[in-house]
């Protein structure tokens, strides 16, 4: 050192390089320049994928790839093609749509381009904007535009929400002319874990610890779908009226968007309510504070880097979980549609293609990372915020150093929309499934606002997915499907535990018709529940002998597991479902009079994690 300066001798020098090109390199990586790098300028690059299913030199159009070979998008946008408008969440589960597009606007040399289709996606969190924008194009249609040179021709929104969101939509859309309503045409992808119910660890170990809880989150949304698909099974009543509190209850504070409710829990927001006694608002009144919020990413990631903490995942989209609680939904206007039929199907070709992409490619992924942080514009992400939660990640709270698993979608290819929506042998129509699970759990929780929702046949088109199905036979691939072991069910914890009112003959285990609308009922919840083991306890009352009382539960439970198998092959494989016959064991009633008798004659379900 002279004069108070460092002098660096040329090996210093060198080792200093070293290190400035190494944390130079580190930056890059991080904020997602190095990938972005990869697709600069307006030509493309071509990409090996890991594994495509069939024909992989079928992919896609000769003209940009090679056998074996997905090209990556340029980066200049194109201005020729049918312009598409499309307003979508900030969710992961789109990735596979953002890498077909390359870029908020379709890139030159994209999957999109390929289809003469220029896409904008524009990011919108609140549905009612998505809504309001929808009616505006149909309004331009409605007058005998060709098109519409305003509002959104398309609208991305998670699946199970549907009902309601549909609902409300139709209603305005059919003033304007009974073939401009909105359907839905397809689905981008799956939330796979980011979409939770977020609460105390306590609520977890002991759901009924969660009665009197309050819960911040948007109403009537899919993720408020999962906090009462968790009540519900655990027999946890739901009050639905964000101005009281019902301390046996859930109760709500209502927002607009899925980060509200984690500034709300994070600021520790609290009100004084009136407390409900037998149904109505008493004289009393208790301050409640946010206690637990329904969210996704980056919503749960702020939960746990936010100073409070404190809160775990207590049901979640996940693989294990209700991994097909939340597809997401491709919606559009029918007229437009119909009139617009090569670009509705070159969309979901596109959309799947990418998928396939994406799923199996890191490189895609880091492409399609970069073009979801332009469009979602997120404060602090970044293209490899996006990556890593796309995958998902186990992260500690700072609060209190409880291990929580954050973020976790999936992007369709063809075969996983096919199977979603029930058109391969042996599969349901999973998708119809959510549809009508959650719209009858809106229409029982908010009579007022959703009296009825239209039947999922009257707000859905497949007729343009099978037609891109058909034009890349090649490239449909393979679906993603759990994986059950007999390990795995013995060891799995349990999430949920309900009790339902299957009926038989008498002395046999023939159902009554009236059984079959709550076996369509249990079908239902287990579809959502997609990840999970499932356990069918028979139960009968005392009258007759144990040893044949046993018998006749076991058979009983075996007769439900045979339905959901006939009824639904590909959603209950080998290794899931498990029977157990109890006899009269364990009565949740006095057997001294027929009324309890009947509630001793049960099947219990319970429904454990999966791996």
């Known amino acids: ?96 749509l953002m890498f077909a597009n390359g870029g908020p606007v379709t890139t030159e040399g994209s999957l999109l381009a390929e289809r003469n289709v220029r896409l904008t996606i524009a990011r919108q969190d609140d549905t009612s904007v998505m809504q309001q924008q929808m009616i505006t194009c149909a309004r331009e249609l409605a007058g005998g535009a060709a098109d519409c040179a305003s509002g959104a021709h398309f609208v991305a929104i998670m699946g199970d929400g549907g009902a309601p969101f549909l609902r409300g939509l139709n209603q305005e859309l059919l003033r304007l002319g009974g073939d401009l ?75 607009s968007t899925y980060l509200e409710p984690v500034e709300k829990y994070n ?41 409070r903490g404190g809160l775990i995942s207590i049901l979640s989209t996940r693989d294990g979980e209700n991994a097909n609680q939340m597809p997401n939904a491709l919606i559009g206007l029918r007229r437009w549609n119909r009139a617009h039929r090569d670009t509705v199907v070159g969309l979901l070709e596109a959309t799947g293609l990418g998928g396939e992409a994406v799923n199996n490619d890191p490189r895609a992924l880091s492409v399609a990372a970069g073009i979801s942080n332009d469009v979602y514009n997120e404060s602090g992400t970044g293209p490899m915020y996006w990556e890593t939660y ?27 929309m096919l199977q979603l929506f029930g058109l391969v042998p042996g599969a349901a129509n999973v998708f119809e499934a959510t549809y009508t699970a959650f719209g009858n759990v809106a229409k029982q929780q908010y009579p007022r606002d959703v009296p009825d929702f239209p039947a999922f046949a009257q707000v859905s088109d497949t007729s343009y997915l099978q037609e891109a199905s058909r034009r890349q036979a090649q490239a449909v691939g393979v679906a993603a499907r759990p994986t059950f072991t007999a390990q795995g069910a013995a060891q799995a914890p349990t999430l949920m535990r309900r009790s339902y009112n299957i009926t038989f003959q008498t002395g046999s285990a023939e ?31 005392n009258v007759g002998a144990a040893s044949a009382n046993q018998t006749l539960s076991q058979r009983r439970a075996e007769a439900v597991q045979r339905w959901l198998t006939t009824s639904a092959a590909l959603a209950f494989p080998e290794g899931r479902l498990r029977t157990f016959g109890h006899g009269q064991e364990s009565p949740v009633a006095d057997n001294g009079s027929e009324a309890g008798r009947a509630q001793n004659r049960r099947v219990e379900i319970a429904l454990r994690a999966g791996g």
């Open 1 to 96: 050192m002279a004069n108070g300066k460092i002098t660096l001798t040329t090996p210093g020098k060198v080792v200093l390089a070293g290190l400035a090109a190494l944390i130079g390199g580190v930056t890059l990586w991080k904020t997602g320049l190095l990938d972005r790098g990869r697709t600069a300028g307006p030509g493309s690059q071509q990409v090996q994928v890991a594994h495509f299913s069939g024909d992989a030199g079928a992919i896609g159009s000769n003209t940009t790839r090679d056998a074996g070979v997905v090209r990556m998008p340029g980066r200049a946008p194109v201005t020729a093609g049918q312009n598409v408008r499309l307003l979508a969440f900030a969710w992961n589960a789109q990735m596979g």
């Open 181 to 255: 309503t909105a359907e839905v045409v397809g689905s981008a992808g799956f939330s796979r874990g980011e979409d939770k119910f977020m609460g105390p660890p306590a609520w977890r170990d002991n759901p009924q610890s969660a009665r009197g809880g309050l819960v911040a989150g948007v109403l009537r949304d899919g993720d408020w779908n999962i906090a009462m698909f968790w009540a519900a099974n655990n027999g946890i009543c739901n009050n639905p009226d964000p101005q009281t509190y019902d301390p046996n209850c859930l109760n709500w504070v209502g927002t």
């Open 267 to 307: 600021q520790n927001a609290c009100e004084e309510r009136p407390v409900m006694v037998n149904g109505r608002p008493g004289r009393e009144r208790r301050r409640v504070c946010v206690q637990g919020v329904v969210t996704w990413t980056p919503g749960d990631v702020n939960v746990v880097r936010g100073a």
């Open 390 to 416: 796309f995958h998902g990640r186990d992260e500690v709270d700072r609060a209190t150093g409880q291990h929580v698993l954050l973020g976790g979608s999936r992007a369709n290819n063809l075969a996983d």
């Open 511 to 541: 159902f009554t018709p009236e059984a079959l609308v709550t076996l369509r009922e249990l079908q239902a919840q287990l579809l959502v529940a997609s990840g999970t083991y499932v356990e069918v306890h028979g139960y009968t009352d």
